[in-house]
């Protein structure tokens, strides 16, 4: 082993300690402290299929242990990613949900799952991963695999676009009041991007999208502005 730096080896080894610590505490820095640990250990040039690499971070560490590790970290972001995609949050404005959930899932299934499974294969689920978490970790893979999750997504899909179709109205209708001038192109620039995303949710919901009546307007007191009547998309 060369290339061995005191400076860049401790912060390997405090990276470990904070992986260490969030695994034991169900945190959520584990995979980016594992990754800081890889990129310290790739710059000292250090052989990451060895044992004895590991140990240098702590006595009693192998690459197995650590490629358990990762695992967890693996199951950890796809766990934490579901619950904040399914989850409505306070600060979602309205219309926001839809689209933030379509989103999240379409990155879920392209990104946190295929890695986490990718992982488990590689290392068997680890022990430290709790019961709980080890049946929502199943629920969703479950879910994933037999096509829930993109059903889901594709549905949200379809809300979002008629929420985003709405935006890019609301943008139509002001520019309208205003009159043509030199002020409109933000507005003009908001209602054209509004009116894209609209475009590509509806690609996303596929068959799950057919034009219907929605109500035109929010209500700035809740609910749906009566007075502006419905439109058809």
Known sequence: MTGI??????RAQREWKEAEFAIATQGDRISSSLRQVV???EEMGLDLNQDETYELLAPDLNKAAFDKAVTHGAINDALQHYHRIIAPSQNDALGVYDGRR????????EYELPEAEKNIAKTGVPGSIDTLARRQLDLVLAAWHDGTLEDDMRLHAARAAQDNFRTALY??????????????FGTARSGLSYADMALQMIERAGSYYKAE?????YSPFGGWDEKAGTVKF
């Open 213 to 217: 009546e929605i109500p035109a307007e």
């Open 39 to 41: 990129r310290y250990l």
């Open 102 to 109: 379509a989103y999240g899932l379409e990155r879920m299934m």
């Open 5 to 10: 730096t005191p400076q860049t080896l401790e």
């Open 171 to 184: 943008y139509y209708k002001e520019i309208q009041k205003q009159g043509p001038n030199d002020n409109n």
